[in-house]
Structures are given as C-alpha cells and as structure tokens.
C-alpha cells in the first residue's frame, strides 16, 4: 500500500488566477496519477505523471492548463492555470502499486473558483 | 475498449439488510478489478480486489467474486451497518493500456438505522 497526503486540502480562489496542488506519497513510487472529481460524479483522469517522462494527458485537457511536475519518485504538483468556476471540483491524486497495479488515492483538494 | 458500467443509485438500505451493487466490466486482455468506497469529505480508499477469474475478493465484510463468464463483479454484504453509508466505485486495470483505471459512475448508498 502507499500513504498519500496533499496540500491543500481545499481552497477558495478568484477567477484568473493560479493554484498549485501538492501530492507526496511515503514510498517510491514510478506511476502517479491525477483526476479531477466534479460534485456527485466519477473520476476523470487528467493526466499520468511518471517520473523521468513528460506528463501524458488525457482528451480534453492540455499542458497549458494543467502543468504537472514530477521532480522525483515520491512527490508531484498539478497547477489548475487562469482558473474559471467550472474548474471548482476535487482534484485527487493516486499512485499506482502492487502486482495488480491497484491505485491509492490522497484525500483529495476541493477547489471552489469564484 | 474497456469500460465499466455500475448500478445507478442511490440505494438506500434499512441497517442489517443485504446489499448487493452490480458491476459488469468490457475490457480486452485480462484485467484486474477493484472496489473502491469514498467516505463523504474523503479521497478513495481501496476496499477489495480480485486480478484473475475465479477470484473473490473480501474485506470488512464486503465480497465480490471476478466472473470471467458474465464480465461481472458485483459487490455484496450480508448485512449492512450505518457506518458503511458512503459512495462505491467498481473499477477495473487493463494491462493493455498501461494499466489505466477505468471507473465506474459510483453508487451511493444510505444505511438508516
């Protein structure tokens, strides 16, 4: 298993502007994942972040908007860029372990853009 | 492709009563597959797992057996309590996309005393 924490763990920002989240895992882990989960509904995956790689992401979301970061084997930052009020969701990240590569999940940032 | 498809909710239940949520998965190769619980105001937590046919997954209670023959992994529970009242995602790992989640639409569920 793996043990993941984020910073923040929710927020509150104006539209326009820039939050970088943190996610740090307690191991080494070589897949990292984020997803965003809008109010009452399932995960999206935004983007695979592997370390030693660039950032493989998903239809419908683009660097620009999302950069991510993968400085090293445990830890990870999504920056939700010029942020508008549809971007208010919960952006969760996972690492993938284990022979049947389960995922586990940080307890998540709830963004509300206003 | 892969995807899964779950039981629209919401469920509620009477405490004690036997839960059952379907999940029937399309995938091609051979994945593995999960449930997942999400608390309210919480991230994921991995409830159970099953990588090959056959298999039968089992934690705090809950059960789901991998059913190659009807690509099913329904969860189930013989007898519910209050604290199990939460959101539930079946999801499912295919080897042949590096692994990639795919989730199912979540099922709520509320246990009344």
């Known amino acids: 298993s793996a043990v993941i924490s984020q910073k923040p763990s929710r927020d509150i920002c104006q539209r326009g502007t820039s939050l970088t989240i943190q996610c740090q895992v307690d191991?080494?882990?070589?897949?990292m994942f984020w997803y965003r989960q809008q109010p009452g509904q399932s995960l999206t995956l935004i983007a695979t972040?592997?370390?030693?790689?660039?950032?493989?992401?998903e239809s419908g979301f683009v660097i620009d908007k999302f950069p991510i970061s993968r400085p090293n084997l445990t830890f990870s930052t999504l920056t939700v860029s010029n942020m508008s009020p549809e971007d208010s969701s919960i952006y969760l990240c996972?690492?993938?372990?284990?022979?049947?590569?389960?995922?586990?999940f940080g307890p998540g940032t709830r963004l509300t853009v206003t | 492709g892969n995807s899964v498809t779950q039981m629209e909710g919401p469920v509620t239940l009477s405490e004690e009563a036997f839960l059952t949520i379907n999940c029937t998965y399309t995938a091609t190769g051979y994945p593995s597959l999960f449930w997942y619980v999400q608390y309210p105001g919480e991230g994921l937590q991995l409830l159970l797992k099953a990588t090959k046919a056959d298999d039968k997954g089992s934690n705090k209670g809950f059960e789901a057996t991998y059913r190659k023959e009807t690509t099913s992994f329904h969860l189930e529970k013989g007898s519910v309590q209050v604290s199990d009242s939460a959101v539930y995602f079946c999801?499912?790992?295919?080897?042949?996309?590096?692994?990639?989640?795919?989730f199912g639409t979540g099922t709520s569920l509320t246990v009344i005393p």
């Open positions: 972040a592997n370390q030693g790689s660039e950032a493989t992401y």
């Open positions: 999801a499912l790992s295919a080897t042949n996309t590096g692994n990639q989640f795919y």
């Open positions: 191991s080494q882990v070589t897949m």
């Open positions: 996972s690492v993938a372990v284990g022979q049947g590569y389960e995922q586990y």
